[in-house]
């Protein structure tokens, strides 16, 4: 196994994502000094900054010259630098083990295992995910779990906006969601509340990627999504085809939730039943919560069939859809519960936006990776030493469960009660490379085999230990636990020591992505191989040039030659190759894996369909494909060039500035809305109505947006409370200059069509997100501020004088024939009819 020897340094990229993500930082700028290690903003732009590392030579004012590590000199603020306290990888591994082994219930146990975790943490065998790398020992606010999957919402308004409150606060502390749709009516199924029809699931969920959107640009870390619905969904083809329309769904990973009954009705080429509960039976908000097996079959109740397809008609759309833009992808979620050894209390709803990690209600990742290429010696795996690492990294994470807080109660109870950890790896191709093994070869899957076979068996032996010395997860139960899939595969040794001792955790292993971990510290990701020896990276750190060390230092030891044939790439490798290395691995991973499989731009529809049904054939529990060129922006690519769609390039965009921009006043991040507030009300016409929308200021920068369109209780009156909220949100949140946040909402939101629109040329009104991105505009530019009435106090009352732009809204408006929401059944059909507004669904008149 390789000598532990502790860089002085990091360097290049790797340095900026240690230093950036996972160090610790001093965030009171008045105590920068001269010589003092800094990551300065060198280039601000929403969606693609630059970061680089440099030190602090001179101070003058809140002004700092920095020489970067490239040499050169950038003058900044320093309120736009970030200073770290940990510099070197060491301090991050001292404050880790430490941490970790706190939960320890004796001085004696704290001191052996902070000496075993700093052993195992050192030279990067092991490495923790993003969340406990950054929080552990750093804050007590801070979550230690990477990823959350909520529970499906309920079938009402009040349920969508639960979901959306908890989805907003998991992802504002930097955790990603995963939420299954399936829960939510389809599609223009009757609302009995509101005399009306619903607007489906689909629209829901764009909802929950908008917001993830807001989240993304407002703050530090990016909102992560995945959006699941199952395949006896009404809505299902609507879900699969939704990202054919652009700005629907943007901001969020789609997945199918595919059924053992649904592939066998493809293969058989039988129809296949679109369904969903009857609501009108008694009871039906507190019975229903998503889970089809549950209502139908435990409870016996009734389904409405809302339409009968053809099951390799629905399969067909889902590969076209994959072939086209690399989604949705699928999870086989039956075969996934019938292996889950949490099968008998805790079905599996969805998967984490990566897909690596299925989860019940209100679970959650907890994650690390064994760096494999630490365990290669003498031509063979260092079997003994890896034994060691998977034994020690179990214990650290089942730590970790009781180190992290919980923001939530609901997930303090349910991680307590099953203690989920995903134990998973990285550096599998350099580890292959080393042995001279060619990943996807016959010869690969059986070393896969026997690998992954072996860190599984000490995992569970570890967990059983661990159980008997402080106790089993509460909801074990010892026979059930054995008839899981996943546990028939084990010998009688591991089987016999879980019935005899019980299990710490219910479940141990996870192969996760760990793109930025396994970046940082210079190995291959998961259990990718490299996707090329030579290559570029986008990220928020800006677009940095990577070259694949092993490769590199093979090339300088053998001048002239070429690298041999196992050396591969992702590119290089069939699609098939793919599947079936993530099918050899699956096979002794209890959660899942993400895993793509790449192909070529010419691989066909066809190709795609064998691909689909040999993961399901082999027992992978999901699949996702990506198609070289078949979306528009790559994070890793082989050139800098920006690819096209259609297969042009043009020049990328210089990658940084030559010196950092001039010092912006940054807005507040206000925590509380304080007790009074101005602002301007705007009435504007929409397609669906007149619409009231309140823009209130703190320090002369919107800071709150109210939008009022319809009648209480109307799926449109929530969507628009809801567009307000997450307005509001937006504003309010992150570090963006005054005023650019506001116009950074207004260009995401204009433009967004619905199914009508008012108005003619520049005050053309295509939906309620435009409406509110022209009153944003008009408040920003202060063509209101003589006239426009003060909005805190009355923030539903059209404004009693408006501003000449705005007057010419409503001027244009009046002539047309545009319907307004009716007061009575809330449907956009009040239409002026005989000197009167009387709607054409209800018959309501205002003059009767």
């Not at 552990?136 to 349920?159: H, Q, W």
Request: hydrophobic letters at 35%; one cysteine or more.
């Amino acid at each position: 196994m390789s000598v532990s020897v502790e860089p002085a340094r990091l360097e290049g990229l790797s340095e900026k994502i240690f230093l950036d993500r996972y160090a610790m930082k001093d965030l009171d700028y008045k105590n920068t000094k001269v010589g003092d290690t800094v990551l300065a903003l060198t280039k601000d732009d929403a969606r693609f900054p630059q970061k680089e590392v440099g030190e602090v030579i001179a101070l003058e004012g809140n002004k700092a010259s920095i020489l970067l590590r490239s040499g050169e000199t950038v003058e900044a603020p320093i309120e736009r630098t970030t200073r770290p306290i940990e510099t070197t990888p060491s301090a991050m591994w001292d404050r880790l083990a430490q941490a970790i082994a706190s939960v320890e219930k004796t001085p004696e146990k704290q001191a052996e295992w902070t000496d075993k975790f700093r052993t195992l943490l050192d030279d990067w065998k092991l490495v923790p995910g993003g969340r406990i790398a950054a929080g552990a020992g750093a804050s007590d606010e801070l979550t230690l779990f990477n990823c959350y999957v909520i529970p499906s919402p309920k079938d009402s308004r009040g349920g969508i906006m639960d979901t959306l409150s908890q989805m907003t606060e998991i992802m504002s502390r930097g955790g990603g969601v995963g939420i299954n749709l399936s829960s939510l009516r389809p599609r223009r199924s009757l609302v009995r509340g509101v005399n009306g029809s619903s607007s489906g699931s689909v629209s829901w969920g764009g909802l929950f990627s908008y917001t993830t959107g807001l989240i993304e640009q407002g703050g530090s870390r990016r909102g992560a999504l995945m959006l699941m619905i199952n395949d006896w969904h009404p809505d299902l083809m609507e879900f699969i085809t939704v990202k054919q329309t652009m700005g629907l769904v943007t901001n969020a990973n789609l997945s199918v939730c595919i059924s053992n009954s649904f592939m066998k009705a493809v293969k058989e080429d039988l129809e296949w039943e679109l369904v969903f509960p009857d609501s009108s039976v008694e009871n039906y908000d507190e019975l229903w919560d998503g889970n089809m097996k549950k209502w139908r079959e435990e409870l016996g109740l009734p389904v409405i069939t809302y339409k009968t397809v053809r099951a390799r008609e629905v399969w067909q759309t889902i590969i076209e859809s994959a072939w086209k833009s690399a989604e949705p992808g699928v999870v086989f979620l039956e075969h996934y519960n019938d292996m889950s050894n949490s099968w008998y209390f805790n079905p599996i709803i969805c998967t984490n936006p990566c897909g690596e990690q299925g989860l019940p209600a209100w679970g959650v990742c907890n994650l690390s990776a064994l760096n494999l290429s630490k365990f290669s010696k003498d031509g063979d795996v260092a079997w003994d030493e890896l034994a060691t690492a998977v034994r020690h990294s179990v214990r650290f994470l089942d730590n970790v469960i009781d180190a992290t807080p919980y923001h939530f109660e609901e997930n303090e109870k349910n991680q307590q009660g099953e203690r989920r950890v995903g134990l998973g790896s990285m550096g599998l191709a350099e580890l292959m490379i080393d042995l001279k093994i060619r990943y996807g070869s016959p010869e690969s899957l059986e070393f896969l085999d026997k690998l992954y076979h072996f860190i599984a068996r000490e995992a569970y032996l570890a967990s059983a230990e661990i159980a008997a010395e402080k106790g089993s997860f509460p909801q074990f139960d010892r026979d059930k636990f054995l008839m899981s899939g996943f546990m028939k595969q084990f010998d009688d040794e591991v089987r016999h020591s879980i019935y005899e001792k019980g299990i710490r955790n219910v479940t141990l292993l996870t192969q996760a992505p760990t793109g930025s971990t396994g970046t940082m510290v210079g190995t291959s990701t998961g259990i990718e191989p490299f996707y090329a020896f030579e290559y570029f990276r986008q990220s928020r750190l800006g677009m940095d040039k990577q070259y694949v060390p092993i490769a590199k230092a093979w090339l300088e030891e053998h001048p002239g030659e070429e690298l041999p044939e196992y050396f591969v790439t992702s590119m290089s490798l069939s699609a098939e190759d793919h599947v079936r290395v993530q099918a050899a691995i699956q096979r002794w991973i209890d959660s899942s894996i993400s895993k793509t499989a790449n192909a070529p731009h010419d691989f066909t529809v066809e190709d795609t369909m064998n691909l689909y049904n040999l993961a399901f054939d082999l027992g992978c529990k999901g699949v996702t494909i990506y198609r070289d060129g078949s979306r528009d922006v790559q994070v890793l690519s082989v050139s800098d060039d920006k690819e096209k769609a259609n297969g042009k390039a043009e020049k990328a965009e210089p990658q940084a500035d030559k010196q950092v921009p001039p010092a912006v006043k940054v807005a507040k991040n206000y925590n509380k809305r304080p007790m009074k507030l101005s602002g301007a009300t705007y009435k504007m016409k929409t397609p669906l109505g007149k619409a009231y929308i309140t823009v209130n200021d703190v320090d002369k920068a919107p800071f709150e947006v109210i939008v009022n369109v319809g009648k209480a209780g109307s799926d449109v009156f929530a969507m628009s409370e809801a567009l307000g909220r997450v307005s509001t949100l937006f504003l309010r949140f992150g570090e963006l200059p005054d005023g650019n946040k506001a116009r950074l909402l207004i260009k995401h939101l204009k433009g967004i069509g619905g199914s009508g629109a008012v108005g003619f040329g520049a005050n053309r009104v295509e939906s309620i997100p435009d409406a509110v991105a022209k009153a944003l505009e008009m408040h920003l530019d202060g063509e209101d501020e003589s006239q426009s009435v003060a909005a805190a106090a009355h923030p539903t009352a059209p404004a009693l004088s408006e501003s000449h732009h705005a007057s010419d809204y409503e001027d244009e408006y009046t002539s047309l024939d545009s319907p307004d929401l009716c007061p009575s059944c809330g449907s956009a059909t009040l239409m002026p009819a005989e000197g009167c507004k009387t709607c054409t669904s209800c018959g309501y008149s205002k003059c009767s």
